[in-house]
């Protein structure tokens, strides 16, 4: 008699609480912060040694999510590969339909002012003001309004 069964191939969602990465001079975590929000912490330096790395680890963790919070506040040093990864986590935030926001060491603020003048990349120095603004995101689209005329639509 053949035994019969089931195996899981797929990681479940809450799976991905804590995790952490150590690339180069960097330690990259992530933490689920809601069902739909992620946070992604990063310590040390990005260079070119880690640069492509952080924007895989990114990439890899914001699958299941809506928002992402990108937390430089501990990085030491941010090369020009770490604005090449933020491109990368900028393009993909977008294909993936994630809202997401930066807050910046001064290193990471100083980098970003000369490669982003326009200031396209959602950078913030604080971490409140970050959680303010994917909030603003988050329950912009889903205003419901009621009127008489008809019914219950979105403002």
């Given at each position: 008699?053949?035994?019969?069964?089931?195996?899981?191939?797929?990681?479940?969602?809450?799976?991905?609480?804590?995790?952490?990465?150590?690339?180069g001079?960097?330690?990259?975590?992530?933490?689920?912060?809601s069902?739909h929000?992620?946070?992604?912490?990063?310590?040390?330096?990005?260079d070119a040694?880690?640069?492509r790395?952080?924007?895989?680890?990114?990439?890899?963790?914001?699958?299941?999510?809506?928002?992402?919070v990108?937390?430089?506040?501990?990085?030491?040093?941010?090369?020009?590969?770490?604005?090449?990864?933020?491109?990368?986590i900028?393009?993909?935030?977008?294909?993936?339909?994630v809202?997401w926001?930066i807050?910046?060491?001064?290193?990471v603020?100083?980098?970003?002012?000369?490669?982003?003048?326009d200031?396209?990349?959602?950078?913030?120095?604080?971490l409140?003001?970050?959680?303010?603004?994917?909030?603003?995101?988050?329950h912009?689209?889903?205003?419901?309004?009621?009127?008489?005329k008809?019914?219950?639509?979105?403002?």
């Amino acid at each position: 008699m053949v035994a019969v069964g089931t195996k899981t191939i797929y990681r479940p969602l809450t799976a991905v609480t804590d995790e952490q990465e150590r690339c180069g001079h960097a330690t990259f975590a992530v933490r689920r912060c809601s069902a739909h929000r992620m946070a992604i912490a990063v310590i040390g330096e990005i260079d070119a040694v880690n640069g492509r790395a952080l924007g895989r680890y990114v990439e890899r963790h914001t699958r299941i999510s809506r928002q992402l919070v990108l937390d430089l506040r501990a990085v030491d040093f941010f090369g020009s590969q770490g604005f090449t990864a933020l491109y990368y986590i900028s393009v993909h935030c977008a294909r993936s339909d994630v809202d997401w926001v930066i807050v910046g060491s001064p290193a990471v603020r100083r980098l970003l002012a000369i490669c982003d003048p326009d200031g396209e990349l959602p950078l913030t120095d604080a971490l409140s003001s970050a959680l303010a603004r994917l909030d603003r995101l988050a329950h912009g689209g889903q205003h419901l309004v009621w009127t008489a005329k008809s019914g219950w639509h979105a403002r």
